[in-house]
């Protein structure tokens, strides 16, 4: 999972650590990057669907 | 795929992203119910996306060595310092470039020697940035408020 989670656009990458590493809430995470919640369950949706492509891929 | 099809599976995904974790409303997870019941690939979405949640969720934090912070920070440093840089070489280039022009034109314009059809260029020029200049503004002030995508950074 960390490998793959390196294999990440940062973008990505940053809403999912803040999401799992820091346990924040969407609201908490769009306040922190300056983005709206929207985009943040976007960049979270690709994120997690490349994770899986690439776990996928590993496997 | 229909614009409205879309629209109808982005809101199923964003969905997706709040049950997982933990920040849909009861109504909200009964509309997902519904929508993953009548469409077999957003279940499918669904499932592959539950796995990589269960795989991220029993992550653990390793802190990284100091060398590393150092990096981070010194790399941090080097960046605001160049950003302030940036900044006023910036201020400085557009001051020079709008005075530099604000003469140039003011002398062609009253210099006797320069052809008229010089002069009608140069309004010509003027009026011209002056249009793009409030095209531009009306875009940002009119348009974007009616884009239904503006919340949206991709």
């Keep these: 999972v960390q490998v793959a989670i390196e294999k990440l656009a940062e973008r990505e990458r940053e809403v999912i650590v803040l999401k799992e590493y820091e346990g924040l809430r969407y609201r908490e995470i769009a306040d922190l990057l300056g983005i709206p919640i929207g985009t943040v369950m976007s960049r979270l949706y690709s994120a997690r669907r490349r994770l899986a492509d690439f776990m996928e891929e590993l496997q | 795929v229909s614009g409205e099809n879309w629209d109808r599976r982005e809101q199923v995904r964003r969905q997706m992203m709040a049950a997982l974790d933990g920040e ?74 709008g005075y530099g022009t604000w003469h140039a034109i003011g002398e062609l314009l009253a210099d006797s020697a320069v052809p008229g059809f010089i002069k009608l260029a140069i309004f010509a020029g003027v009026f011209g940035a002056l249009i793009l200049l409030f095209s531009v503004i009306r875009e940002k002030l009119f348009v974007r408020r009616d884009d239904r995508y503006k919340e949206v950074q991709r």
């Design chain 2, 24 to 97: 849909l409303s009861g109504k909200e997870r009964a509309e997902l119910d519904r929508a993953l019941a009548e469409d077999s690939e957003l279940r499918g979405e669904w499932e592959r996306l539950a796995r990589v949640k269960e795989a991220t969720e029993e992550m653990r934090y390793i802190e990284p060595p100091e060398e590393t912070w150092a990096h981070y920070w010194v790399s941090v440093y080097n960046r605001l310092e160049r950003g302030f840089g940036w900044v006023l070489v910036s201020i400085c280039a557009l001051v020079l470039i």
